[in-house]
């Protein structure tokens, strides 16, 4: 009890990154999923397989080696691109080739919950009546307008209830980030095992502080889609 | 002649719809298109605003050649209006809402005036306290009303009408016709998709009878249901009549 009280400082603060890194990811994944779900709506084949190609790679590969991928094989590839151009007589301008920690973890998160996210958007825009959109393009709407104003709007109801999962799967995939030392939740429990050797008292308390944000969050977004039902 | 369709085709894959058609629309004509189901009649009517792309043939509408892929289809849409069978109204805005989206945002219009000519409409089609509903609140015939009230909005020199009584319980069948048929006293260039031949008779200047992709037979709704020469024709309205 005595090892809980200790580490449950650091382990809030670990939960609180955890959380922030969850919100940043779903906001840039929201941005990237609302073009790369539109990109496979497109009518232009090259913008579709582009959209299609990104979703495939990102939702088809694990997250843990996406992570390990853009932390540790960007810095490789810049540094095998840096050393190429050296060798070819190039003047060196570059020394240290790693990527910012926060960074590369906010970029992995998004990259991977842009295309669940872009899935999530796409079916939401599927799932409106193609009435829908005849009846706005009969009007003299173009097809930009046309998803403006009416398809994505009633889209966005229909979206909140997955998104609202994507958000809890996020926020316990964000564990992962601990394999490049990223200090949120399960990597400050990591190091607290370490340092009191409590192993199971604070894996427990890890999950249930998990377990507590994921249940609070999911009620959020019950009321939230209760809110909205009623117009 | 507002419409003029030269050889219109169209195909769904392997599937031929339209087979050939030709057909000229005069200002002001009241056209009324009938035959079986499957015949092809709302694709032709779908093609007219580009719903349906045509497979060839040319289709001119007030001057526009539609078939041109230069020309500004979104242009062009707004002179021609379309009632859908099933209203497909925006569920998500209100009645007001509903009918001042496209005049504002496409036409430009003021908020204000979309508004004033929104309630004018909303008047003309016996909905005045339905303004601020949303249309889920609203009956089957109220909805099809907003809808002619929605496509009006944009000032169409056309009006295109899909079967827009047949989602309809019959007793709310009369309201929309009433609608329509003020509109056709008006002088609106109409073309309507309709099973309905109290209104073909009342008010339809012309009678096309459609049947697997091609107009077999037109004329004064006298002509066509007093004196039919097809046979077709004929089993057609012998099974509806
Ligand atoms: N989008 C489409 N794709 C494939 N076939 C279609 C499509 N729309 C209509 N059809 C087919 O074209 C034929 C004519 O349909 P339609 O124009 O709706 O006839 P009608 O309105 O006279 O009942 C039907 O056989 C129908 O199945
Ligand atoms: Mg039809």
């Known amino acids: 009890m005595e090892n809980i009280l200790h580490a449950l400082p650091l382990m809030l603060e670990g939960a609180g990154i955890s959380l922030i890194i969850t919100a940043v990811g779903i906001i840039l994944g929201s941005i990237i999923g609302l073009a790369a779900g539109l990109a496979r709506l497109s009518r232009n084949k090259l913008v579709r397989l582009g959209g299609t190609a990104y979703v495939d790679f990102f939702r088809g590969s694990p997250l843990f080696v996406q992570i390990m991928l853009i ?17 070819t ?29 872009a899935e999530i958007f796409r079916a939401g825009v599927q799932s409106i009546e193609k009435g829908q959109i005849e009846a706005a393009r009969s009007l003299g709407m173009n097809h930009f307008q046309a998803m403006r104003y009416v398809i994505l709007p009633q889209a966005f109801k229909r979206v909140i209830p997955p998104m609202g999962n994507e958000f809890i799967m996020l926020l316990k995939e964000t564990s992962l980030l601990s394999v490049i030392g990223f200090e949120e939740l399960a990597r400050k429990t990591q190091l607290e095992v370490a340092r009191t050797y409590a192993t199971f008292e604070l894996w427990l308390t890890a999950a249930f502080i998990y377990l507590i944000m994921t249940f609070t969050f999911s009620r959020l977004v019950d009321r939230l889609e209760e809110r909205l039902k009623t117009d | 002649m507002i419409i003029k369709i030269k050889d219109l085709y169209k195909n769904f894959g392997d599937l031929e719809v339209l087979k050939g058609i030709n057909c000229s629309i005069k200002e002001k004509e009241v056209v009324v298109v009938i035959g079986p189901s499957g015949s092809g009649k709302s694709t032709f009517l779908r093609c007219i605003n580009k719903l349906e792309e045509p497979t060839s043939g040319t289709i001119i509408i007030d001057g526009y050649d539609i078939t041109d892929p230069r020309t500004d289809i979104n242009y062009v849409r707004q002179e021609v209006g379309m009632v859908f069978q099933r209203f497909n109204l925006f569920p998500h805005k209100t009645v007001l809402e509903n009918i001042t989206l496209a005049p504002v945002k496409v036409r430009n219009v003021s908020q204000e005036e979309a508004e004033k000519t929104a309630r004018e409409l909303l008047q003309k089609v016996g909905l005045s306290d339905k303004a601020e509903a949303y249309p889920s609140q609203l009956s089957g015939g109220q909805q099809q009303r907003v809808a002619i009230a929605r496509a009006l909005a944009m000032r169409p020199k056309i009006m295109l009408f899909d079967e827009p009584t047949s989602a309809l319980d019959p007793e709310m069948v009369g309201e929309v016709l009433a609608v329509m048929k003020q509109l056709a006293r008006e002088g609106m260039t109409m073309v309507v998709v309709t099973h309905e031949m109290g209104f073909a008779r009342e008010v339809g200047d012309r009678v096309i009878f459609m049947d697997e992709g091609r107009m077999v037979e037109e004329g004064t709704p006298e002509q066509i249901f007093n004196n039919a020469q097809n046979p077709r024709t004929q089993l057609f309205l012998s099974k509806i009549l």
Do not use: D
């Open chain 1, 71 to 87: 932390y540790f094989g960007i810095p490789g590839l810049l540094k095998s691109l840096h050393e190429y151009w050296v060798s």
């Open chain 1, 89 to 117: 007589g190039g003047e060196p301008f570059m020394t240290n080739f790693s990527l910012n920690i926060w960074f590369a973890a906010i970029l992995s998160i998004s990259l991977n919950s842009g295309a669940y996210i």
